[in-house]
């Protein structure tokens, strides 16, 4: 089956129909600069933009980087505060004429990477960090996600962790590779010591220089980078479409 994902970020909202059966594209990737500030109506526009070009009629994911519960975002780290109790589901909905799911782009990243990467065929615990402009996380418990778990916002050393470990703290405060090991081996061994997962897989753009930096992470748990790069947030919200189904 096919369904149309779409990912919301800072800087684009990216969409393209995924083949959920393989995880792959069934289309070109199509992506729109998000609106600023990204408000709800002007994003919701946007969403209604890709569905129309893709002259979508079936159920659509779309990620969001915020908590997310039935369909709400809850909060707005790194987004415009509008959003916090927003019902981006139902904005979606009408604004496309379709039924949308909506839900945290690291719960879509981790559903993606669950089902057609690094995680694949795992079943103890496993717990995926996606750093970018802010820390996303998604745990699951034999392949069973628990959404919006939040591990980006920790607080270590009297600071939410995304401040340290994010890849835009590493750009931003120009850490070397080493030194932002060094933060994020301290993150993960706070995780460990929370959850005891058997595996972490780090996902977000950095992780195609993964080379850079696993070697020099310092925690006893197995790490491996996340294989879907940019496309785990368009293929976890397909997935969670077909589910809607
Ligand atoms: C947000 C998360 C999001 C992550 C990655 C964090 O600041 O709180 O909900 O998953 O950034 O975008």
Not at 81 to 104: C, K, R
Not at 141 to 170: C, M, Q, W, Y
């Amino acid at each position: 089956m096919e369904y149309l994902g779409i990912d919301i970020g800072g800087s684009g909202i990216k969409g393209a129909i995924v083949d959920t059966q393989t995880g792959e594209f069934a289309s070109e990737r199509l992506r729109i600069d998000t609106p600023q500030p990204a408000k709800p109506a002007p994003v919701a526009e946007v969403v209604a933009e890709i569905a129309a070009q893709f002259k979508w009629r079936a159920a659509i994911g779309c990620t969001f980087p915020a908590i997310v519960q039935h369909g709400v975002t809850m909060t707005a780290a790194n987004v415009d505060g509008e959003w916090i109790g927003t019902d981006a589901q139902q904005l979606f909905s009408s604004q496309t004429g379709n039924a949308v799911v909506v839900l945290n782009d690291a719960d879509a990243a981790g559903i993606a990477e669950m089902n057609f990467g690094a995680g694949r065929g795992h079943n103890g615990s496993v717990l995926i960090l996606t750093l970018g402009t802010g820390v996303g996380s998604s745990m699951f418990i034999k392949g069973l996600l628990a959404p919006n778990t939040e591990f980006g916002h920790l607080v270590i050393r009297g600071k939410s962790a995304e401040l340290r470990t994010s890849d835009r703290a590493r750009q931003v405060k120009g850490y070397s590779w080493k030194r932002w090991a060094k933060r994020l081996s301290e993150h993960l061994r706070y995780l460990e010591f929370l959850i005891s997962p058997d595996l972490f897989i780090i996902g977000g753009g950095v992780s195609k220089r993964s080379e850079k930096f696993l070697p020099l992470i310092d925690c006893k748990t197995a790490i491996v980078p996340a294989q879907l790069r940019n496309r785990a947030g368009i293929v976890g919200a397909a997935l969670a479409a077909a589910d809607l189904e």
